[in-house]
């Protein structure tokens, strides 16, 4: 590209990247019937730390910008009626609709490349090194662009996977509530779905600031104080009940240690049991609880 274009007095530069990830389904009905529930757990489930980690950003207090998440109605000529949802970081975002009834779609659009920080061999100080510099427009970071939205369609589809069809997690929602032996042969306590705590820990290790990098022990434990999760006063018995919660996590397999560091990562076993438990604990059972009440006295 450089050798092509090099020779001419221009710089070509790139206003506005768009690039997508579609899945495409047998039939309309399918995607008909699946569409609203993907949206509402969009609209549900997914705030500014779950975005940014989407868009491979970490929200931090020094993060000066807007946030905005929407539901539009699409009405374009030539195309179905339908919904789109759009997650705004800035002059970027990330959308997601149908397309042609049986496509769904998920969309990066890129406007402000220096939001986004890529290894690329700079000059420092007369040096060439290698470290983390804002993307800029010119084309040559064209397939920058194309990393970076792959990774960020990816992760936003990898969080709405359970959406699709939970019952083969949930179904396997008794590995998690059966008693099991780590590696070291000690007996594990099992998971229950149903309880606010576990329901927090899940919420927790699952939060999209976590997407990029993982976790470590203080992180996870500084993201259930956000939530609310009640813990030890002294900070020493916070961080070894989260020692022993991480374990048990590790044991059920539903996180794992990065090599050579102190962090985790969810797995994608994790990713599948625990959204089908938070989608039990905070969907279907107050459904199936309030269709199965009795009649109140008169």
């Known amino acids: 590209m450089g050798e092509l274009l090099g020779p001419m007095q221009y710089y070509w530069a790139t206003a506005q990247a768009e690039y997508s990830t579609d899945v495409l389904f047998k039939s309309r009905a399918v995607l008909a019937e699946l569409m609203p529930r993907l949206i509402g757990h969009s609209l549900r489930s997914f705030g500014a730390n779950d975005v940014m980690g989407f868009l491979g950003r970490k929200l931090t207090r020094h993060f000066e910008g807007e946030m905005v998440t929407d539901l539009s109605e699409m009405e374009l000529k030539g195309r179905l009626p339908g919904q789109r949802v759009k997650h705004r970081m800035k002059a970027n975002w990330i959308k997601m609709y149908d397309k042609t009834g049986c496509l769904l779609r998920v969309e990066t659009v890129i406007n402000q490349p220096e939001e986004f920080r890529v290894r690329r061999r700079v000059r420092r100080n007369g040096k060439r090194v290698t470290c983390w510099v804002p993307m800029r427009k010119g084309v040559a970071w064209l397939f920058r662009y194309r990393d970076v939205s792959i990774r960020s369609n990816q ?141 109140e006295a008169a």
């Open 155 to 295: 992760r936003y589809l990898n969080a709405l996977a359970e959406v699709a069809d939970p019952s083969t997690a949930v179904r396997q929602l008794d590995f998690l509530t059966t008693r099991r032996l780590s590696s070291s042969g000690r007996s594990v306590r099992p998971f229950n779905p149903l309880p606010q705590g576990d329901r927090d820990l899940f919420r927790a290790v699952l939060a999209g600031e976590h997407f990029i990098h993982g976790f470590s022990n203080r992180e996870l434990r500084e993201k259930l104080q956000r939530l609310g999760a009640s813990q030890p006063p002294d900070p020493h018995r916070q961080a070894a009940r989260m020692s022993r919660l991480l374990a048990r996590l590790h044991a059920y397999r539903l996180v794992a240690k990065v090599p050579r560091s102190r962090r985790w990562r969810v797995t994608s076993n994790g990713y599948r049991l625990m959204t089908a438990a938070i989608h039990l604990r905070d969907e279907r059972f107050p459904h199936l609880h309030a269709t199965s009440a009795p009649p």
